[in-house]
């Protein structure tokens, strides 16, 4: 039996609501008060200029996506969802005093931040979590600019759906404020239709595919109204946080200058009229409001397909196949006559191309039998650790046979693609930490790798990483 067969009725057995006439996008309640373009930092508890201390509590907290029914299986991070800002600048002290209020077991991890393997959560996650009731101290140094994202690294396909993740803005030293700097997570949340809470846990079928919501949140509601005046530069630090939907954005009327993304800004901006994003990648994006005085526009998301041609079959997403809206930037009647965007200076070696020395050729493959996700033909923890050596330039391929996108995800080190398929991808690109491996392609990588350890890499889909879709790597001094 091919693989498309076999999961198509998979999908007919283990779901029979599937041709339900009622499925489809769940409606927000009534719209929101417009809110100001911007954002409030989580409070510095510490005065001393280089240091910012912050306590993070986790907790059961019943919040609302936007329904009007707040979600009784929800979590967050200090009762509010997505978890409060952390702001710092590069070479500050980080302190962050984390308690667990929730009853699972958890562990943070600053996603794409190069601190050290005890500070990562990877360590706790294996051997002593932050158990329900316990607190732990996190401190690092700031040594990347950005924007990043923290969140629990503990049976993340729940603890992040339920809410707990929350942005991270570290700025650079030569960065000039715009108008307007906004941070905005992305998140899907799949609701069960008649009672409007959080549905029942992945079916097989979601372990193998992904659980994609039926309600498109943008910082934790599906009705934000931001207001905007005509003129004002704004700069959207973009984060996906969904389980496993990738999304595919677009703003009414706008274009987007794509300035930085995992890793902090580019060396060359360039536009865009849409902007795809897999789960654990980040964008920055400078609009500049162009749009009609009292006019509104829409951040929209359309349709982007997990699997390659044909597999649409196999794959209903809950959001219907047409355009969403994800979040309304409102005009007021009057105009400003706006900053203007000043790209800074990125420390971004210019690599174009593979170097020789080739560190790993990681094969990503589904075992359709089985029902797994697997990484070199196997799942965690029997993936092989991968050795490598610090402070050489290596080239690293993630090589992807299954017949879906995969979002391959590094911990502790930065990296340029350089060649997606046998394409080479254009000098001046940004760090990342997060990369979209599509069907049956092979991507290459390079870094230096500069900060030793043990480091753990994974799918960004929750259940595929769940479900042993992850490995660990040594970086030797
Ligand atoms: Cu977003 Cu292993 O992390
Ligand atoms: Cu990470
Ligand atoms: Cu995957």
């Known amino acids: 039996m091919s693989a498309l067969l076999l999961l198509f009725s998979v999908a007919c ?33 510490d005065p001393a200029e280089n240091v910012v201390e912050v306590e993070v509590v986790a907790s059961q907290f019943a919040w609302d996506p936007g329904t009007g029914v707040p979600l009784e299986a929800g979590m967050a991070f200090n009762e509010v969802v997505p978890g409060p800002l952390l702001e710092a600048k590069l070479g500050d002290t980080v302190i962050v005093h984390y308690a667990n209020n929730t009853d699972m077991d958890t562990s943070l991890h600053w996603h794409g931040l190069r601190v050290t393997p005890e500070m990562d959560g990877i360590q706790q ?13 996190y401190e690092f140094t700031v040594i990347d600019s950005g924007f990043y994202w923290f969140h629990t690294h503990m049976d993340t396909a729940t ?13 650079a030293p030569d960065e000039r404020a715009p108008d307007c700097d906004m941070p905005v997570v992305l998140d899907d949340v799949l ?23 039926n309600v498109l949140m943008a910082n934790g509601r599906s009705d934000r109204r931001v207001s905007w005046r005509r003129g004002q530069t704004t700069l959207l630090r973009l984060v996906n946080a969904s389980n496993a939907r990738y999304w595919d954005l677009f703003l009414e009327g706008h274009s987007l200058q794509i300035v930085g993304t995992d890793g902090g800004f580019l060396e060359e901006p360039y536009t865009v009229d849409h902007l795809v994003m897999a789960p654990g990648e980040r964008y920055m994006v400078v609009v500049k409001a162009e749009g009609d005085p009292g006019g509104e526009y829409r951040l929209m998301n359309r349709r982007f397909q997990l699997h390659e041609e044909g597999g649409d079959m196999i794959e209903p997403d809950p959001m219907g196949d047409g355009e969403n809206p994800v979040m309304t930037f409102v005009y007021d009647r009057t105009e400003v006559n706006g900053t203007a965007w000043v790209q800074p200076t990125p420390d971004v070696p210019a690599w174009g191309a593979a170097v020789e020395n080739l560190g790993h050729h990681w094969v990503l493959d589904e075992d359709m039998m089985g029902g797994t996700v697997t990484i070199d033909g196997q799942a965690w923890p029997d993936v092989p650790m991968v050795d490598v050596a610090m402070g050489v330039d290596t080239t690293f391929e993630v090589e992807n046979k299954s017949e879906m996108h995969h979002p391959f995800h590094i911990h502790g080190n930065r990296f340029q693609v350089v060649d997606v398929g046998g394409a080479q991808v254009p000098e001046g690109q940004g760090w990342k930490d997060t990369f979209d491996i ?31 879709m992850a490995g660990m790597m040594t970086v030797m001094e």
């Open 438 to 468: 599509p069907p049956r392609t092979t991507v290459k990588l390079v870094s230096n790798l500069d900060n030793p350890g043990e480091w753990m890499y994974h799918c960004h889909i929750l259940e595929h990483a769940d479900d042993g």
């Open 13 to 45: 057995v283990g779901d029979p609501d599937n041709n339900k006439d009622s499925e489809g996008p769940i409606d927000s309640a009534e719209p929101k008060p417009t809110e100001a373009c911007g954002y409030t930092p989580m409070a510095d508890l």
């Open 125 to 137: 996650m294996m051997g002593d979590p932050v158990e329900p009731g316990e607190s732990f101290t």
């Open 159 to 171: 603890t992040i759906e339920a809410g707990l993740y929350a942005p991270i803005l570290l700025h």
């Open 191 to 213: 609701l069960d239709e008649g009672s409007l809470q959080i549905a029942p846990p992945d079916t097989d079928m979601m372990q193998l595919m992904g659980r994609l919501g």
